[in-house]
């Protein structure tokens, strides 16, 4: 069964660091999205990426971040200058279209550790 | 702003128990309801997506509700079992306008399910 792809599994960084998470998504999907869970935390809409566009971005999303779908296959989330408070889970999901039937598939999910 | 709230926090039950786990919305005009299940450590896990049109799915043990109005979902597990200990998330889809949306799924904090053998 297909399925959503992150690399890598853990992630230790220091502060100040740029980091690149990266996921492949479900193959035929269109939209992609980056979610995070700070431990103890709800799950937090980061941003949502269509057309090789940013459709929509919460206020989380501000310009030390960034994504990217540097080819077919990839889809990446950039954090430009990494902060103590970005140690997080960060999860990527696709789904096949935005309309209609949406659901959402999930990654194993990337472990930040800011240090 | 849409909020959702899931009760309870956490529930421990014996195995072979049927149990309700309940999901809670501000706004109800949401597009569609997804429930996740989560291991600890791990990714989210699909189990259910009701459009804001059904009243409820079904996946095997496993049938959600959905009352827009009231703007409530109910996650009902027949049978539990040992493997069913996770935590649950429900999450909803906010209907931005004209029947599309951007696809942001707004969370509730979880369910911790322990069911004991």
């Known amino acids: 069964e297909p399925e959503v792809t992150q690399t890598p599994s853990h992630q230790v960084t220091q502060m100040g660091q740029e980091v690149i998470l990266r996921c492949v998504p479900i193959s035929n999907h269109l939209y992609f999205y980056w979610y995070r869970q700070i431990l103890g935390q709800k799950v937090e809409f980061l941003v949502s990426f269509y057309n090789n566009e940013i459709s929509e971005k919460s206020e989380i999303f501000d310009d030390q971040f960034s994504v990217e779908r540097p080819d077919g296959s990839n889809f990446t989330l950039k954090i430009r200058s990494t902060k103590l408070e970005d140690s997080a889970m960060y999860f990527c999901?696709?789904?096949?279209?935005?309309?209609?039937?949406?659901?959402?598939?999930f990654g194993p999910g990337t472990r930040l550790t800011v240090l | 702003k849409q909020e959702v709230t899931q009760i309870p926090a956490a529930l421990s039950v014996p195995e072979g128990e049927n149990l309700v786990l309940n999901c809670s919305f501000t706004d109800s005009a949401i597009y569609n309801l997804q429930w996740f299940r989560q291991d600890p450590g791990k990714g989210l896990t699909s189990l259910l997506l009701i459009q804001s049109s059904q009243r409820e799915q079904t996946s095997g043990r496993l049938n959600a509700s959905l009352d827009k109005s009231s703007g409530r979902s109910t996650l009902y597990i027949a049978a539990s079992q040992p493997g069913d200990s996770a935590t649950y998330l429900c999450?909803?889809?906010?209907?931005?306008?004209?029947?599309?949306?951007?696809?942001?799924?707004?969370f509730g904090q979880g369910t911790i399910l322990t069911v004991h053998p």
């Open positions: 999901a696709s789904s096949a279209r935005i309309i209609s039937y949406n659901e959402q598939f």
């Open positions: 999450a909803v889809r906010l209907n931005l306008r004209y029947g599309t949306s951007y696809g942001k799924l707004t």
